[in-house]
T-cell receptor, first 114, second 112 residues
Framework: DGGITQSPKYLFRKEGQNVTLSCEQNLNHDAMYWYRQDPGQGLRLIYYSQIVNDFQKGDIAEGYSVSREKKESFPLTVTSAQKNPTAFYLC?????????????FGPGTRLTVT | DAKTTQPPSMDCAEGRAANLPCNHSTISGNEYVYWYRQIHSQGPQYIIHGLKNNETNEMASLIITEDRKSSTLILPHATLRDTAVYYCIVSATNSGNTPLVFGKGTRLSVIA
């Protein structure tokens, strides 16, 4: 099946530990994104990458890091510098289609840090 | 910041049409209107998008006013599975894969 895979679905960590969230897509999409969602809120952009080996900070990049070594993969590391890391994390990818583009989302990873 | 305004919540009876409004009074000429929905604890799902003409697909219809300052998403026969948060987003098309900016959306509750 084609799509975006995020693993694991639930993740638990102790405060002070770095943790890496996986995002893989087999849609051959050029661009990939990471969003964070807190309860009752909309999605906020953390980082995005339009091509391999390039990425840009979003609105809330502090305390996070990413890499884009392969087109299919865009892992997100939540570092100990992130003050409130407990949240629902969503990965997305997109591809241009004519004059518009279509963005697709993965199932999300719910991270709990205690 | 999101460029759209949506009511925080709406109810709809099962089997009836759900009409979700969205205001985007500052929309630019090259910006499309996109609708996504998010069922609880899942990733958002694309529904439909349009520029200035009305659009219809198997999921919904999108009605955009002539001045493009507002739009309405119509789910013609709402079911309980349509209960979700619906996001209206405007985004330019000529700037590459620009990230979508999500507001808080409208929480639609379909009631049996």
């Amino acid at each position: 099946d084609g799509g975006i895979t995020q693993s694991p679905k639930y993740l638990f960590r102790k405060e002070g530990q770095n943790v890496t969230l996986s995002c893989e897509q087999n849609l051959n999409h050029d661009a990939m994104y990471w969003y964070r969602q807190d309860p009752g809120q909309g999605l906020r952009l953390i980082y995005y990458s339009q091509i391999v080996n390039d990425f840009q900070k979003g609105d809330i990049a502090e305390g996070y890091s990413v890499s884009r070594e392969k087109k299919e993969s865009f892992p997100l590391t939540v570092t100990s510098a992130q003050k409130n890391p407990t949240a629902f994390y969503l990965c997305a990818s997109s591809i241009r289609s004519g004059l518009t583009y279509e963005q697709y989302f993965g199932p999300g990873t719910r991270l709990t840090v205690t | 910041d999101a460029k759209t305004t949506q009511p925080p919540s709406m109810d709809c009876a099962e089997g009836r049409a759900a009409n979700l409004p969205c205001n985007h009074s500052t929309i630019s000429g090259n910006e499309y209107v996109y609708w996504y929905r998010q069922i609880h604890s899942q990733g958002p799902q694309y529904i439909i998008h349009g520029l200035k003409n009305n659009e219809t697909n198997e999921m919904a219809s999108l009605i955009i006013t002539e001045d493009r300052k507002s739009s309405t998403l119509i789910l013609p026969h709402a079911t309980l599975r349509d209960t979700a948060v619906y996001y209206c987003i405007v985004s330019a098309t000529n700037s590459g894969n620009t990230p979508l900016v999500f507001g808080k959306g409208t929480r639609l509750s379909v009631i049996a």
